[in-house]
Nanobody, 125 residues
């Protein structure tokens, strides 16, 4: 069983930056693909970014390409989401997710088995 704990959310002005972290418990963290999703009030949860277990392949939603960077440190069992040039539309609860996958990068909520509790990101205009 993998347990995920997100941190790093907060309130930031438009144009600012935040770095989210997701710490995973359990063994063999490098066997898991990790994803970040977000959910704004009244909207469905949407894909933001993901990275495969080996860390060599990443995917991004078009809305965050060039602004967000996902990375992982397998020695620390942690995945990060560096968010730059933040916009008000980036506001939402950000969730970390995990599924066993060395090479494939899952992009949909249904493909992930383990979820964190979420961390709030608010971007003020």
């Amino acid at each position: 069983q993998v347990q995920l704990v997100e941190s790093g959310g907060g309130l930031v002005q438009a144009g600012g930056s935040l770095r989210l972290s997701c710490a995973a418990s359990g063994r063999a963290f490098s066997n898991y693909a990790m994803g970040w999703f977000r959910q704004a009030p009244g909207k469905e949860r949407e894909f933001v970014a993901a990275i495969n277990g080996m860390g060599g392949s990443t995917r991004y939603a078009n809305s965050v390409k060039g602004r967000f960077t996902i990375s992982r440190d397998n020695a620390k069992n942690t995945v990060y989401l560096q968010m730059n040039s933040l916009k008000p539309e980036d506001t939402g609860v950000y969730y970390c997710a995990a599924v066993s996958s060395l090479y494939y990068v899952p992009l949909t909520t249904g493909e992930y088995l383990h979820w964190g509790q979420g961390t709030q990101v608010t971007v003020a205009s």
